[in-house]
């Protein structure tokens, strides 16, 4: 059990307006919790403290080779005034996947729940509670120990932050436009393509200006080998329901394990709805799209929770989906994922954790 210690912002600032929009990522509350981590040492000095700049020299690994881990999950207030959690266990359990395959000291289990658990209290009044909103917690782990030869720190930081959000697209439940990208890669197998690291992103970033420019919100990466396999959005996994099954790639050690993508399967599944977890290429796609058997198209993931998508784009071929609405399933499973976040829907499966 961490002994967390508690200093107190003495700058508090105001909580946003119940009433004005929130805009995904741009507004932070007034505390952070931090622990630091030594070779020899271990972890040691959590604090919830005030969110402030960090002081790091320039030399600090993280800025040279990328060595960082990141988390996201969220935090909701139920109608009684719980707080609660959505499946943290299962961030916490990718975050320490990904700290193995980046060299990242492990943190313990219990300990990254206490933390998000002490952050998220600490800031229980900025959790926003109006449809479609809620408290986005970010955990991220940074190297840094100053020096420019290339092998892990000695020494981290571990750091949650956190944010009262709304949407991450502008298009909120409405349907995204979605590029498939066939020029640039994403990630391949044996790479880090399913570890949540900050380099899997930045490789998203000349692709995704792309797609802007075309008027489409996010990419949808083939697989590196063949170019041929659907793997994932830039920041969601990806859904497809062919002739009433429902279809998504198999997690190949390229793609992100993602927890809303695991609660989607689980809930079909529950439904009775039939799902395969399998290779799905773009040709088998298209020609779903072409003969009227691609019925419904969405995207999963924390930030953007369950994202229908309106239109595919593969080169010169444009895919309209659910004539741009959005999907009996789709919104089935946005209407009880959220519920269950919410505490509106019984949680059978035991996914919520509460914030005493
Ligand atoms: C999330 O869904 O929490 C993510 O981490 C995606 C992020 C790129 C916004």
Redesign the pocket.
């Known amino acids: 059990m961490l002994d967390i210690k508690f200093e107190a912002t003495k700058n508090p600032k105001p909580i946003p307006d119940e009433n004005d929009p929130l805009v995904f990522?741009t507004i932070f509350t007034n505390h952070m919790f931090v622990m630091d981590y030594e070779m020899g040492k271990g972890w040691h000095n959590p604090r919830v403290t005030e969110y402030a700049p960090i002081v790091l020299e320039p030399s600090a690994m993280v800025f040279h080779y990328g060595q960082e881990m990141?988390?996201?999950?969220k935090a909701y207030k139920s109608e009684e005034g719980k707080i609660l959690l959505f499946r943290p266990d299962k961030n916490i359990e990718r975050a320490n996947n990904t700290n193995k395959r980046i060299c990242i000291p492990q943190i313990p289990e219990e300990d990254f729940l206490q933390a998000i658990k002490a952050i998220v209290s600490a800031d229980r009044d900025w959790i926003p509670t109006k449809q479609g909103t809620s408290l986005?917690i970010r955990p991220f782990v940074i190297a840094t120990d100053p020096y420019l030869g290339v092998r892990p720190s000695n020494t981290y930081k571990f750091i949650i932050i956190l944010s009262p959000v709304g949407p991450?697209y502008k298009e909120g439940l409405d349907p995204v436009k979605i590029w498939i990208e066939d020029e640039y890669v994403r990630a391949v197998k044996g790479g880090i393509g399913e570890a949540?690291t900050g380099g899997n992103?930045v490789a998203s970033l000349a692709s995704q200006v792309k797609a802007h420019d075309e008027g489409y919100s996010q990419v949808l990466w083939l697989d590196g080998v063949d170019r041929k396999y659907i793997e994932e959005v830039?920041?969601?996994n990806i859904f497809f329901k062919i002739n009433g099954t429902v279809v998504t790639p198999m997690l190949n050690g390229s793609i992100l394990p993602g927890v809303t993508r695991d609660s989607c399967i689980a809930l079909c599944k529950q439904w009775g709805i039939p799902v395969e977890e399998r290779k799905v290429s773009i040709d088998e796609i298209y020609e779903a799209a072409k003969d009227g058997s691609l019925e419904e198209v969405w995207g999963t993931?924390?930030?953007?929770v369950i994202s229908p998508v309106g239109q595919l784009r593969w080169k010169d071929h444009i895919m309209p989906i659910q004539d741009g609405g959005i999907g009996e399933l789709s919104q089935k499973l946005y209407d009880t994922v959220t519920g269950i976040q919410l505490g509106k829907i019984e949680d059978e499966l035991n996914w919520i954790v509460e914030v005493k």
């Open positions: 990522g990141f988390e996201g999950l986005y991450y949540k992103y830039g920041a969601m993931g924390t930030a953007a």
